[in-house]
C-alpha cells in the first residue's frame, strides 16, 4: 500500500512538469476518440494509456480515486471528460 502511494506520488509530481498531455482512454469511448481527433487537428502530441489494460486501470484508480475516461491531465491539471471541458482544455493549452 506504501509502495503504491509513493509511485502515485512520484507521478503525479512528473505529470506536473511533463509538457505533454496524458490521457487515459478506452478503445470504445466514443468521448475518448474526439478528444484524440481533438490532439491530432491541433498537431498536439499526446500520450496515451488505454484502460483496458489491468494495470493502467488501477494505476488512474490509484492516482484519481476513479476509472473515467477520457482522463486528460495537462500540466498537473485534471480533465474527466473531453465534451465538457473542451473550452478549458483550448484555454489551457492556449488554443483560441
Known amino acids: 500500500m506504501v509502495r ?3 509511485i502515485s506520488f512520484l507521478s ?3 505529470e506536473k512538469f511533463s509538457r505533454k498531455p ?3 482512454s478506452s478503445r470504445i469511448c466514443e468521448d475518448c476518440q474526439a478528444a484524440k481527433k481533438f490532439f491530432v487537428a491541433h498537431e498536439i502530441s499526446i500520450q496515451i ?3 483496458e489494460d489491468k494495470g ?3 494505476e488512474l484508480a490509484a492516482k484519481y480515486g476513479k476509472v ?3 482522463t486528460i491531465i495537462i500540466a498537473g491539471k ?3 471528460g473531453f465534451e ?3 473550452k478549458e482544455i483550448k484555454k489551457r493549452l492556449k488554443i483560441d
Open 4 to 6: 503504491w502511494g509513493i
Open 12 to 14: 503525479r509530481i512528473k
Open 22 to 24: 496524458l490521457m487515459y
Open 49 to 51: 494509456k488505454y484502460i
Open 56 to 58: 493502467i486501470r488501477e
Open 68 to 70: 473515467l475516461v477520457p
Open 78 to 80: 485534471k480533465f474527466i
Open 84 to 86: 465538457d471541458n473542451e
